[in-house]
T-cell receptor
């Protein structure tokens, strides 16, 4: 069966510090991978998606970046965090060329102070 | 631009009641529609996926319908239980964008014992 992991579960970081969130998927190969953010009082917003290793599409201009160094690993990064980066970050995967059901990870709660 | 709206934003019902959650979308050119459940502080759990060619899907006490031409979907929950308390999100997948999901703001459901 497939499993998706995210870490850390929670993170408190000062403004201007770097960020690295990691997502890994087990039990499938060549998945489409997604990073979403859920900010307080706002809906889920797609940040990045990837259809393969090294292939990243950005949805929203921001100071975040994503990388996919391995088939089942997706990393969200920032060089300098802003207060507005606070939120709940969710990683998701899907098969079927990205047209199938999406499955979400447990999320990372990021608070920028 | 695709927009997804969920009504009501919050709903409180007594245990045992049948209920309907509504989701509407502005552009009928969708590939599929997915309903999710989110418990506080947790990731999303996929409940039902309806392909654009389908009219409804059922899983246990849940039934989701899709009327693509009118831009509407409903999630019917039969014989509600306190364990059904959660936020329910609908999301539509649009074509040719790597499986991008557009989410509604969700309906927060509370089922009272």
């Amino acid at each position: 069966s497939q499993t998706i992991h995210q870490w850390p579960a929670t993170l408190v970081q000062p403004v201007g510090s770097p960020l690295s969130l990691e997502c890994t998927v087990e039990g499938t190969s060549n998945p489409n991978l997604y990073w979403y953010r859920q900010a307080a009082g706002r809906g889920l917003q797609l940040l990045f998606y990837s259809v393969g290793i090294g292939q990243i599409s950005s949805e929203v201009p921001q100071n975040l970046s994503a990388s996919r160094p391995q088939d089942r690993q997706f990393i969200l990064s920032s060089k300098k965090l802003l207060l507005s980066d606070s939120g709940f970050y969710l990683c998701a995967w899907s098969s079927g060329g990205g047209l199938g059901e999406q499955y979400f990870g447990p999320g990372t709660r990021l608070t920028v102070t | 631009k695709q927009e997804v709206t969920q009504i009501p934003a919050a709903l409180s019902v007594p245990e045992g009641e049948n209920l309907v959650l509504n989701c509407s979308f502005t552009d009928s050119a969708i590939y599929n529609l997915q309903w999710f459940r989110q418990d506080p502080g947790k990731g999303l759990t996929s409940l039902l996926l309806i392909q654009s060619s389908q009219r409804e899907q059922t899983s246990g006490r849940l039934n989701a319908s899709l009327d693509k031409s009118s831009g509407r979907s409903t999630l019917y929950i039969a014989a509600s239980q306190p364990g059904d308390s959660a936020t329910y999100l609908c999301a539509v997948m649009i074509y040719n964008q790597g499986g991008k999901l557009i989410f509604g703001q969700g309906t927060e459901l509370s089922v009272k014992p």
